[in-house]
């Protein structure tokens, strides 16, 4: 028989596995929300019935959603509205949003950038001969090949939901010349494990964007809230911090994705 340690042990891991699929299913549900703005720094009391009254007043609200680990709320949310227009006048009136004495973050959520693609392999030139050699046995083959039976294409298998990290921020819009140690001191005033910039592989150039791994969700979720109230400005370019996603973070570039 199990002990009741183990059984407890195994208890809260199961919580902590459900309140991290809720928040991924609550993410993905909104993804391809169009006219979606992204709104941090919210009160943790607020609800998804008050986030939608808090914006109907800017014009017609199609959804509003507070994200959240199980039951507890992360500080954050996303607000779509039926007309473009009336997400650009939110955005226009950003400076002035407050929710419970407390200023809340807006801004347009844009999708993530896609890797960047690699370069095409150089093709050699090769003498008409060689080409005309290696052609011969190539119609063959496709002779053969046409006679045969052509296998049918697996379906493409879905992608699976991507989860956000519970200890680890995305910074963006970072000075190309930050340092790793830069970054770092940056977050003095919390408990973080690691700071790193993204770089090039080839060039080792910055790509504009790191990483902050705190030591606790908490730790994260206060850095968070506190710079969405009070952006932090660096050389003049005013950073973009939110939870970054779990799998592949380096895909992301340096604008808001719709997490």
């Known amino acids: ?14 919580k902590a596995t459900e309140a991290k699929t809720t928040e991924a299913k609550a ?17 943790f009391k607020t609800t998804d019935e008050e986030l939608k009254e808090y914006f109907a007043k800017f014009g017609a609200v199609t959804e ?11 500080g954050y949310g996303f607000v779509a509205f039926e007309k473009e227009e009336t997400a650009d006048k939110v955005v226009s009136a950003k400076d002035t949003l407050k929710m419970e004495e407390r200023s809340i973050n807006v801004e347009k959520a844009r999708p993530m950038s896609e890797p960047e693609p690699r370069p095409a392999p150089r093709r050699t030139r090769r003498s008409r001969k060689n080409k005309q050699a290696e052609s011969e046995p190539a119609k063959k083959d496709d002779k053969v090949a046409d006679k045969q039976a052509k296998p049918k294409e697996k379906p493409a298998e879905p ?19 930050t340092t790793d140690e830069e ?22 150039r910055s790509k504009g964007y790191g990483f902050v791994t705190f030591a606790s969700n908490d730790e994260q979720a206060k850095a968070i809230s506190k710079y969405s109230s009070e952006p932090l400005v660096v050389g003049e370019r005013p950073l973009r911090i939110k939870p970054a996603l779990k799998e592949e973070p380096e895909s992301e570039s340096a604008t808001p994705e719709t997490s």
Do not use: C, Q, W
């Open 159 to 177: 992608k699976k939901p991507r989860e956000v990290s519970d200890t680890i921020a995305y910074v963006g819009n970072l000075p190309f010349a």
């Open 1 to 14: 028989m199990s002990s009741p340690k183990a059984v407890e042990t195994k208890a809260t891991e199961a």
């Open 183 to 204: 970054l770092s001191k940056l977050f003095a005033g919390f408990s973080i494990s690691s700071a790193r910039i993204v770089t090039n592989k080839k060039s080792r």
């Open 27 to 43: 993410v993905e549900t909104l993804k391809d929300l169009p006219h979606k703005l992204f709104v941090g720094n919210l009160p």
């Open 64 to 74: 509003a959603r507070v994200i959240r680990r199980g039951k507890r709320s992360m």
